[in-house]
Every structure is written in structure tokens, then in C-alpha cells.
T-cell receptor
Framework: AQSVSQHNHHVILSEAASLELGCNYS??????LFWYVQYPGQHLQLLLK??????LVKGIKGFEAEFIKSKFSFNLRKPSVQWSDTAEYFC???????????FGAGTQVVVTP | ETGVTQSPTHLIKTRGQQVTLRCSSQ?????VSWYQQALGQGPQFIFQ???????GRGNFPPRFSGLQFPNYSSELNVNALELDDSALYLC??????????????FGPGTRLTVT
């Protein structure tokens, strides 16, 4: 079945630590890729997106993600996290034809002071 | 501020009843998608509306139906509510052009509880 997989359900780390969240998808062909973040009590917000071009994309709040086509991956990274990065992070894929938007199950990230 | 609004914020219904949830899309967007997010899970795609027609559907039964209006606002209707329908229902708006559908902007959601 076509899917989006996020490797970790929960991640706990200290402030200033580096963060990497894995995302793999199983769709063939062209896909558009996204990372969304949901801060406690807030709605889903777009962190960054990849449509084409440079596979290393920069998003808001110091986040970046790398698209590796051969590995069907789109991993999210941040070199140094802050307490305010505590949130749930969702990887998502949209198929250009049909507009279906598929989310991963999410990764809950807790950053301790 | 995404500009996508949803109503109501919270709703409690009894099993077997019907419910209508509403969504106003962000200005300039012509496409609305609906998602169900159960506790601890990622949003599950229900369906998408473009130009007032259903344009893609996830694995949800026919008792989940929708409408899109000429102003691009939308409704999600669920008939014969079941306990498992309890979830956060998210609406997202986006633009669809010749290259496909672009990133989606989400509303705050409607929390539905079925008792």
C-alpha cells in the first residue's frame, strides 16, 4: 500500500541538541513533499516544502529537509533545537494528480530545558 | 494566521445522529480538503473539493459526504454517527492550477465527540 512512514513516534532531547526526523514514502513518480508542525494547542502549520529543484530545502525557524529520491526519503533536520520546538511534526506527500494528501503518523518531539 | 476558519469548535453528538461541519477557505484558494485526525494519529484524508465537485477521496464510507459552495467554502456531513467518528476534523484550503494542487493551509479543526 502507498504510505508515508515516520521513523520515530516520540523523541526527547535537550536544548541545543541536533534534531533529525526521518520520513519515507512509497509512492513512485513525482511527488510533492511537506513537513508540517503542530505546536501544543495550535493548528497545523507548514514548515517547509519540496516541489522540485535543489533537494535541500530551508524552512521556517531554522528547519531544513533533504529530499533523496533514490531513498524515497525527506528527512527533517535542525542543528540546534530550542524548548519552543516542542511540538508534533508531520511529514506529508501530495500526489500531483488527484490531489491526494497523505500524512505520516507524526513524531512527538519534546525539548527539555 | 492562515485565514482558514472552521465551525463549530467543539460538538457533542449521539450515536446515529447526523452532523454538519463548516469551513471557510483562505482568500484566493479554490480547493478544500477535509481530514479526520484521531488522537495520537496523523490526519487521514477524507476527500477534496475543487470547483464544487469531489476531486479525490480517501478510505471513508459514503456516509461521509461534502459540499463546496461557489465562494469555495465547504461543508462536511457525516450521517449515522458511530463512536469511532470521534476525532478532530480538519479543513485545509489550497490552490489548484495546471501544475496540480499546492501546499495546504489548515484551520483549527472541529472536535467531534460521539457518545
Amino acid at each position: 500500500a502507498q504510505s508515508v512512514s515516520q521513523h520515530n513516534h516520540h523523541v526527547i532531547l535537550s536544548e541545543a541538541a541536533s534534531l533529525e526526523l526521518g520520513c519515507n514514502y512509497s509512492y513512485g513518480g513525482t511527488v510533492n513533499l511537506f513537513w508540517y508542525v503542530q505546536y501544543p494547542g495550535q493548528h497545523l502549520q507548514l514548515l517547509l516544502k519540496y516541489f522540485s529543484g535543489d533537494p535541500l530545502v530551508k524552512g521556517i525557524k531554522g528547519f531544513e529537509a533533504e529530499f533523496i529520491k533514490s531513498k524515497f526519503s525527506f528527512n527533517l533536520r535542525k542543528p540546534s533545537v530550542q524548548w519552543s520546538d516542542t511540538a508534533e511534526y508531520f511529514c506529508a506527500v501530495i500526489l500531483p494528480v488527484g490531489g491526494k494528501f497523505q500524512f505520516g503518523a507524526g513524531t512527538q518531539v519534546v525539548v527539555t530545558p | 494566521e492562515t485565514g482558514v476558519t472552521q465551525s463549530p469548535t467543539h460538538l457533542i453528538k449521539t450515536r446515529g445522529q447526523q452532523v454538519t461541519l463548516r469551513c471557510s477557505s483562505q482568500s484566493g484558494h479554490n480547493t478544500v480538503s477535509w481530514y479526520q485526525q484521531a488522537l495520537g494519529q496523523g490526519p487521514q484524508f477524507i476527500f477534496q473539493y475543487y470547483r464544487e465537485e469531489e476531486n479525490g477521496r480517501g478510505n471513508f464510507p459514503p456516509r461521509f459526504s461534502g459540499l463546496q459552495f461557489p465562494n469555495y467554502s465547504s461543508e462536511l456531513n457525516v450521517n449515522a454517527l458511530e463512536l469511532d467518528d470521534s476525532a478532530l476534523y480538519l479543513c485545509a484550503s489550497s490552490s489548484t492550477g495546471t501544475s496540480g494542487t499546492y501546499e495546504q493551509y489548515f484551520g483549527p479543526g472541529t472536535r467531534l465527540t460521539v457518545t
